[in-house]
């Protein structure tokens, strides 16, 4: 199975090392020549790509019998209304529907969602299955989160997504870290809200979880973070600022998630549980 992963950043690189250590020939992008260098160095096959080019998009699927899109908005542009209306719907959007539109019915689909397409719409459930009520918020994250679920969807069942958590790993930097430059960048002040309930998710849980899909033929929508309930968002990163000697957050409420546990039973049924993601 040759695999095609756009975007080898944190997720995709560990997609693809697994993937070329079960045999499995790989193709990885990136967005600029400098990033796509250093990966020809660790996989050889890697090319220039950004997933709103059509054609770029069509010549790298060529020959592959799987598109794994791991590519996301980076964090610095997330911050604000603004940087995200810049960058999502190209990053996301425009990306699935070129991916879609340059495969075939034959070549698998898998990519990375959010759970923040909940947002609070599915808060008086007891627990939030994929079948709750998702959000009529017009941010440009769970809207265009959810434009893209939408637009492989409609590739059919060839298709799988996963709503993730917040993805962290050995090359991110720590929650501590995070929550001192919210601090020092953004004035105390995240686009978050106070009750939400923090899920993360380990990126070996999330590189495990595609390669699962695609040895396993797992199709369809699922919810992907860990089984144990998280914090809330103020509980934590207050209880952090208080640790380092900072002020509480102001929590400003513009990307909304959920306050009630989220159902990873779905996923759990297919056999494929996330062993490494929880961490308060």
Known sequence: MKVLVIGAGLVGTAVAERLIGLGHP??????SEEKVATLRERFGDAAVLRGSDLDTVRAAVDGVDAVVVTAGPS?????TPEGRAATYHDVLVRTAENVVAATGPEVRLVALSSLSVYGDAADHLDEIEESAPVTSSTDPSPAN???MEKTYAAAGDRATVFRCGDIFGADDP????KVAMA???LGGSVPFSADALLYRLHVEDAADAVVHALEHGVTGLFNLTHEQVGPRNAE???AISTQQGLPALAYRGEIVAPSRPISVAALAATGFRAERSFEA
Request: hydrophobic share 45%; glycine share 4%.
């Open 236 to 238: 934590l990163f207050d």
């Open 183 to 185: 601090h020092q960048y």
């Open 174 to 177: 720590p929650i501590e870290q």
């Open 26 to 31: 790989v193709r990885v992008t990136a967005t």
């Open 75 to 79: 964090a610095q542009g997330s911050m």
């Open 145 to 147: 989160f959810l434009l």
